[in-house]
């Protein structure tokens, strides 16, 4: 296995709590990556338990990952000059994927960050970017756009904390209507070190995770509407598109 100096590895907690109309709350562990888009991590023979592809991500599977960022950037008015991106995100584990959320920190060539792109996809296999700036604590707000839970319509927006991970990982989505209370979800987690061993316990302890989450929040989905939570129709939505 070899991998980058920013490559990361995360055990984390993943918390999802709303409050209105009706409170439901729960907690899950799982793991996510922190990789290079130039520098992704070599597996080896232990590709098929952590990979990550142009395919499960914004853009055409004909590209690479960075070649997708920097031309989805582009439509943004935003060259980055070949600086770092580092992408947040669960990997591809056995042929599986499902990924609620990445974001990507965007960096010139002298380091300093240019922006986020956020990344959301729904168990309905629709997905879409937003681009934000976050400020030096890492906080960033934005329109909702996309259509996630049967319980929730596109309206509101999303208060975002996304701060650059390092040793911990800390992701916060807050979303906001007025004279609503708020649901939130969150990501948190600590370093694993980045090794063989930690992606063979990973497989043995949380095998096929991406189905495992994707499982989980359409399980709470029915609890939610065996309660009467009221369904909202679902939108068609245009994915981003990237030329």
Request: net charge positive; with cysteine.
């Amino acid at each position: 296995m070899k991998a980058s100096p920013s490559t990361r590895i995360y055990s984390t907690s993943i918390v999802h709590a709303r409050k209105a109309p009706v409170q439901h709350r729960f907690t899950s562990r799982s793991h996510t990556w922190l990789v290079d888009l130039d520098d992704l991590p070599r597996l080896g023979a232990l590709h098929p338990l952590a990979s990550f592809e142009s395919r499960d991500h914004l853009g055409t599977p004909d590209r690479t990952l960075r070649e997708n960022l920097d031309t989805f950037l582009a439509t943004q008015d935003i060259d980055l000059d070949g600086g770092q991106i580092l992408m947040l995100t669960t990997p591809r584990v056995l042929g599986t994927v499902f990924n609620p959320i990445s974001v990507y920190w965007c960096h010139t060539p002298d380091g300093r960050l240019a922006c986020n792109v956020v990344e959301v996809h729904n168990t309905y296999g629709d997905r879409h970017a937003y681009l934000v700036h976050a400020d030096e604590h890492g906080r960033a707000e934005v329109d909702k756009a996309l259509y996630v839970s049967p319980f929730n319509d596109v309206s509101g927006s999303y208060r975002l904390t996304i701060p650059m991970p390092g040793a911990k990982v800390h992701v916060k989505v807050v979303l906001e209507r007025p004279g609503q209370d708020p649901f939130v979800a969150g990501l948190s987690g600590r370093t694993l070190p980045v090794r063989t061993g930690t992606v063979l316990k990973l497989a043995l302890t949380q095998p096929l995770e991406p189905l495992a989450v994707a499982a989980r929040i359409r399980w709470h989905g029915i609890r939610l509407w065996l309660r009467r939570l009221p369904v909202q129709p679902r939108p068609s939505h245009h994915q981003e598109a990237v030329q």
